[in-house]
């Protein structure tokens, strides 16, 4: 059973939620276990997944290590480029790590151009892209998984 570290920005609470609540329930019907940080924004998403890859597996299940990532979170665009920088720069973080130390992350980091857009995205009972994270990062589990035996 896999155990899951899920990084969330609530700077769009709403979205945020709904995200969260998404990725919860799709890891509970996985029968996997998960604990929940979150972080101010979308840029610092990366620095604490990779700060939790570096968690050492301890005794207590409150020190397990973690095997797979999702990342939630939410950037909508707006009148300055900040918006093309912080998607940009989080996805690249999240890619990074991926391919750096072979992490398995689910990128649920919405980039949308407005909030009606957003909450489509991550409302549970449409397009709840929380659930979809958390399928790709356990794809990519069970086939480093595979691939490993």
Same mark, same amino acid.
């Given at each position: 059973?896999?155990?899951?570290?899920?990084?969330?920005?609530?700077?769009?609470?709403?979205?945020?939620?709904?995200?969260?609540?998404?990725? %919860? %329930?799709?890891?509970?019907?996985?029968?996997?276990?998960?604990?929940?940080?979150?972080?101010?924004?979308?840029?610092?998403?990366?620095?604490?997944?990779?700060?939790?890859?570096?968690?050492?597996?301890?005794?207590?299940?409150?020190?397990?290590?973690?095997?797979?990532?999702?990342?939630?979170?939410?950037?909508?665009?707006?009148?300055?480029?900040?918006?093309?920088?912080?998607?940009?720069?989080?996805?690249?973080?999240?890619?990074?790590?991926?391919?750096?130390?072979?992490?398995?992350?689910?990128?649920?980091?919405?980039?949308?151009?407005?909030?009606?857009?957003?909450?489509?995205?991550?409302?549970?009972?449409?397009?709840?892209?929380?659930?979809?994270?958390?399928?790709?990062?356990?794809?990519?589990?069970?086939?480093?998984?595979?691939?490993?035996?």
């Amino acid at each position: 059973m896999p155990h899951i570290m899920i990084v969330v920005s609530p700077y769009y609470k709403e979205v945020s939620e709904n995200l969260l609540e998404g990725a %919860k %329930k799709a890891l509970e019907e996985q029968r996997s276990t998960y604990e929940v940080f979150e972080v101010e924004g979308a840029l610092e998403i990366p620095l604490a997944i990779k700060l939790g890859a570096a968690r050492k597996k301890g005794r207590s299940s409150e020190n397990m290590k973690f095997d797979a990532y999702i990342a939630l979170g939410c950037v909508i665009r707006g009148e300055t480029s900040h918006y093309d920088i912080v998607s940009n720069e989080s996805a690249r973080g999240l890619s990074t790590l991926m391919l750096d130390y072979n992490l398995p992350i689910g990128n649920g980091i919405l980039t949308c151009d407005t909030i009606e857009q957003a909450i489509v995205r991550s409302d549970p009972n449409q397009k709840n892209k929380g659930a979809d994270a958390v399928n790709a990062a356990l794809s990519l589990f069970n086939l480093g998984c595979k691939l490993r035996r």
